[in-house]
């Protein structure tokens, strides 16, 4: 897999945060 918390501040620019969170976590359905 990836790194979550490279990615999350990838996304976090980028909005997709919430993708990769939902992907990952599935916490954000």
Do not use: A, C, L
């Not at 979550?4 to 990952?24: A, C, E, H, L």
């Amino acid at each position: 897999g990836y790194r979550p918390q490279f990615y999350v501040r990838t996304t976090d620019v980028t909005g997709n945060i919430k993708t990769f969170k939902s992907d990952d976590n599935t916490e954000i359905k």
